[in-house]
């Protein structure tokens, strides 16, 4: 039997006329489940209920709001094994990784609930006598959230936690691609009690929902996270009505290698930023920039793990990289692949779909490594969002961070050395919002901010403290007593 997924609008789950599928990517003959396909009207009366609900809500005292998440977050955890199953069946990623994933949200949900308790104000001395100065943060109103597929829960909960939290409410609009995962988040706050119309979500066509989601009256402000072509529009858009706007978007994220690395772990952690998760993480590393002193054996090193990698259905044990999220995305991949055989030479290794052994049902691609990638050669310079890694040559430390920084995105960045000096040289010249030093570009944690710099990102940061900022505004206080 097929589970059927609606959608909720003002505390009810709303059929509409028409239906979309959610299916394995896996196993495309597994339909995880049918979601109810929203409409523009369904955007509106969304957004309609959100504005009735947020006097109430933001009327409510940041530890009762705080409540309502942590219990959300138990109701997760009660659930966590099916939620990670969930996920893995709608898009794809490994067991091992939905439940990192699943507890990262959770984690999420507890963080903020957490800051209803705190959300620090400012309170300062005034140059006036007796008067008494202090400035408090108050909801910025109706909230309209657009998260991509990558990370179909993560990315949920680190925009609902804090815009709820701050007294806002919300219209959740998921990728169609993996629409579940937030659904179950969804499904959490509405068991925990959260009052009618403080959540609602809307799943189906991005082109027609997000277009009304952008027009709808109420609304304040929209988080968008997903590629820069859709992020240009909705900023063009909501800049019209002077929304106040927060983009995460792509990247071409790089990977320095110094010969003084520890060439062991730099190997370990290139092959896991670059394939893990397919590949389809924002901060994946898809330019390895390696110096000249180790090149040769670098590549030799990255390509031999690299065909070690178990590639299959996520759900059984030791798979280490699942499928690419639906057909068009393996297309686009293999059609990147195409070019940076005609740009590059034949890839070290991987290059073409899987279909052996079972795998003709599911959109796989071999994890792919090209060597001697130029700078101006398309792998090199566009976001692939797949198993696709460039390495590319660099005379010394200078050349490697010019490379590294000649590119328009700027999300994630990351250095493989054991000299601490280059190490903070790097931290300071990096133009990337995220770095790491010795460990994959992959992998972070929310109690930090959270979003790159230049083309990659618009607006402020998510995650951590930080993520009060997009989602309250302040109300300064002059009091004379
Ligand atoms: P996408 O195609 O831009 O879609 C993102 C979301 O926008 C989806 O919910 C999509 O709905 C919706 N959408 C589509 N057209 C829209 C429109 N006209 N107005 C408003 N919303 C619209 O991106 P994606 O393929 O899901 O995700 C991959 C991209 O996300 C990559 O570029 C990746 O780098 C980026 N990403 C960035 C971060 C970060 O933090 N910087 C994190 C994760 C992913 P449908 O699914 O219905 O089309």
Redesign the pocket.
């Known amino acids: 039997m097929t589970t059927h997924f609606a959608n909720y609008i003002d505390g009810e789950w709303v059929n509409g006329a028409a239906t979309f599928d959610n299916r394995n990517p896996a196993h495309t003959d597994e339909l995880v489940g049918t979601f109810a396909k929203g409409t523009a009207r369904d955007i509106e009366a969304a957004a309609a209920a959100a504005a009735a609900a947020l006097p109430g809500w933001s009327g409510l005292s940041g530890p009762a709001r705080g409540s309502i998440l942590y219990q959300a977050a138990d109701i997760l955890d009660r659930r966590f094994e099916q939620v990670a199953a969930d996920m893995t069946r709608e898009e794809g990623k490994t067991l091992p990784e939905a439940k990192g994933e699943v507890r990262r949200s959770i984690n999420i949900l507890r963080y903020f609930a957490g800051e209803g308790a705190r959300m620090p104000g400012m309170l300062v001395p005034s140059e006036r006598d007796r008067v008494h100065m202090f400035a408090l943060r108050k909801p910025v109103g109706v909230v309209g959230l ?6 179909p829960s993560a ?1 949920p909960a680190w925009k609902l936690a804090p815009a709820l939290i701050c007294g806002n409410t919300v219209v959740l ?5 993996a629409p579940l995962s937030a659904w179950r988040i969804v499904e959490a706050l509405h068991e925990a009690g959260a009052p009618k119309g403080v959540v609602n979500f809307v799943a ?4 027609e ?3 009304a ?2 027009g709808a009256g109420p609304l304040r402000a929209v988080s ?8 240009s ?2 900023h063009g858009e909501a800049s019209k009505r002077r929304l106040r706007i927060q983009l ?4 071409k994220n790089p990977t320095i290698v110094l010969a003084d690395a520890d060439f062991r772990s730099a190997v370990e952690n290139v092959v896991n930023a670059a394939f893990f998760s397919t590949g389809q993480k ?1 901060t994946a590393t898809s330019r390895a920039i390696v110096e000249d002193a180790i090149y040769d054996r670098f590549v030799e090193a990255v390509v031999e793990r690299t065909k070690k990698l178990k590639v299959g259905d996520g759900m059984q044990p030791g798979i280490e990289i699942g499928p690419c999220v639906d057909e068009a995305q393996m297309e686009t991949v293999l059609r990147y692949v195409e070019a940076g055989r005609r740009e590059s030479g034949e890839p070290k290794c991987g290059g073409r779909r899987l279909a052996e052994n079972g795998l003709d049902q599911g959109w796989f691609v071999e994890p792919t490594v090209f060597a001697d990638v130029a700078e101006d050669h398309v792998i090199a310079r566009e ?1 692939i ?1 797949g198993p696709v890694l460039a390495i590319l040559r660099a005379r010394d430390f200078e050349d490697a961070m010019r490379i590294a920084n000649n590119i328009p995105f700027g ?1 994630s960045s990351s250095i493989q050395t054991s000299n601490l000096s280059r190490a903070f040289e790097y931290i300071y010249r990096a133009e990337a919002g995220l770095l790491t030093v010795n460990l994959p570009s992959a992998g972070v944690e929310y109690q930090l901010p ?3 710099t230049k083309d ?2 618009f607006g402020p940061k998510e995650q951590g403290p930080a993520a009060l900022e997009f989602y309250s505004d302040w109300k300064t206080v002059y009091l004379k007593y």
């Open positions: 657009v998260t991509p597929w990558n990370f990315i609009k998921p990728a169609s691609a189906g066509s991005g082109g929902l997000g277009k989601l952008v968008f996270t997903g590629s820069c072509e859709i992020g529009w909705l995460e978007m792509g990247g924002c976001e969002f999300l959270f979003g790159g990659s990102s």
